[in-house]
């Protein structure tokens, strides 16, 4: 399993799609988390992880608290918690602006597990896609995330897509639900 779909592991005691997600955050519908997985047309070796959320908050507070090393380390280790693991955070970095980097690391069953990667753009209060790693070896080819967040109502409407490899492609289900689970936590934190 790639690393990038660990967060979407599903384990015991974790949400399910069905199940309101809280007063902070709630999902959209159900046939929305569920991963839709299709050809990019931008390039046949890759397929995407398709999630769309509805949060209540507003785009400019949720863009804040997934830019925000300070509330990314809170709400990364709830998102880890829910999943059984340690959630310990170990590094939180992120130079929010174009051409900037991030990187994400935690401790899961005692190994450290980083996620790092470079913003392609930022358009605030709506817009984030970023370079997504988790292997040295994907240096030359990474995954791709894109983020739109669209302000609906007193909240916003979010939607991920996660360009990953063909290869991975049996993965986004776990890739789609580890967004949702991040997306979440973000907007609680928010």
Known sequence: MPAFARLGRPESGSRRADEPAGDSVRVRNETSIAARIRRSIRNVDKTEAIAEFRADVSTERFIDAWLDPVKVRLWMAEALREMGLEGEMRVVEIDAKVGGRFLI???????????????????????????????????A???????????????????????????????????????????????EVA
């Open 141 to 187: 080819d990474p995954s791709v995330v894109r983020m739109s967040m669209v302000d609906e109502g007193a909240g916003c409407v979010i939607r991920i897509v996660h360009e990953i490899d063909l290869k991975w492609s049996e993965f986004a289900p776990q890739i789609a639900s580890s967004w949702e689970r991040m997306i979440r936590k973000a907007a």
């Open 105 to 139: 690391s935690d401790v899961r069953n005692g190994v450290e597990t980083r996620h790092w990667g470079e913003y392609r753009q930022i358009r605030r209060p709506n817009r984030i896609e970023f370079k997504w790693i988790t292997d040295p070896a994907d240096e």
